[in-house]
């Protein structure tokens, strides 16, 4: 079944710690992106990747780093977190036509101690 | 400056009767028009969407209305079940331009 997969779901840790997010989907897309995300706030664009080894830094600025050797890959690195980085992290890809519908996957909540 | 703006923070609405979300934009150049909604924890899931020549589209209990002159669209859910209860976001897009402008969200409590 296509879809679009997170994990871990859940990540408490403590400052300092390098941390990977990852993000895989299954439906072929060339567009994925990260999303950072509180409550009652809109989600800010952090990363984006148009296609294989293509990344680009969204409007938020962000301390975190991505990488894309894969088509279906698409993982963000912290090197050393903090516990500004405590957020709702959010991962989505768009395939081709329609209205530039992204379809997300489940989140990463992310707890720095 | 927020080219998206739900002015809304949260919405009550009895179960049964018609919920209305309501989004306002500032960049007459965008050509898509997108609600999401989002429960806690979770990843928000695709709704409905309307082009920017479109003044309606429909999708079973989902109707999206725009209004080009005011900016404006709302989103009308009839009748809300409690399911419905969850944060709704509204994006909006350009063409050309593969990345979406999220508004804040709405939270919507559908009470019994």
């Known amino acids: 079944e296509a879809d679009i997969y997170q994990t871990p779901r859940y990540l408490v840790i403590g400052t300092g710690k390098k941390i990977t997010l990852e993000c895989s989907q299954t439906?072929?897309?060339?567009?994925m992106y990260w999303y950072q995300q509180d409550p009652g706030m809109e989600l800010h664009l952090i990363h984006y990747?148009?296609?294989?080894?293509?990344?680009e830094k969204g409007d938020l600025s962000s301390e975190s780093t991505v990488s894309r050797i894969r088509t279906e890959h698409f993982p963000l690195t912290l090197e050393s977190a903090r516990p500004s980085h405590t957020s709702q992290y959010l991962c989505a890809s768009r395939g081709q036509g329609g209205h530039n519908e992204q379809f997300f996957g489940p989140g990463t909540r992310l707890t720095v101690l | 400056d927020q080219q998206v703006k739900q002015n809304s923070p949260s919405l009550s609405v009895q179960e049964g009767r018609i919920s209305i979300l309501n989004c306002d934009y500032t960049?007459?150049?965008?050509?898509?028009f997108l609600w999401y909604k989002k429960y806690p924890a979770e990843g928000p899931t695709f709704l409905i969407s309307?082009?920017?020549i479109k003044d309606k589209n429909e999708d079973g209990r989902f109707t999206v209305f725009l209004n080009k002159s005011a900016k404006h669209l709302s989103l009308h859910i009839v009748p809300s079940q409690p399911g419905d209860s969850a944060v709704y976001f509204c994006?909006?897009?350009?063409?050309?331009?593969?990345?979406?402008?999220w508004g804040a969200g709405t939270k919507l409590i559908i009470k019994p």
């Open positions: 960049n007459s150049m965008f050509d898509y």
């Open positions: 309307i082009s920017s």
């Open positions: 439906m072929g897309h060339d567009k």
């Open positions: 990747s148009y296609g294989v080894n293509s990344t």
């Open positions: 994006a909006a897009s350009v063409r050309s331009n593969y990345q979406l402008i």
